[in-house]
């Protein structure tokens, strides 16, 4: 049962959807630190 259980969890859907997600939150904290330009042309 927790052998079916952990197979569960551990699909390769999930390790999928767990990648993607770790790639977006490493994009928004690199990316985090650096001002965009556009915002301030207008001043």
């Known amino acids: 049962m927790l052998k079916k259980l ?24 690199f990316t985090a630190d650096t001002t965009p330009d556009w915002i301030y042309q207008g001043f």
């Open 6 to 29: 952990i197979a569960s969890i551990f699909s390769r859907e999930n390790m999928l959807a767990l990648a993607l997600a770790l790639i977006a939150i490493a994009l928004v904290i």
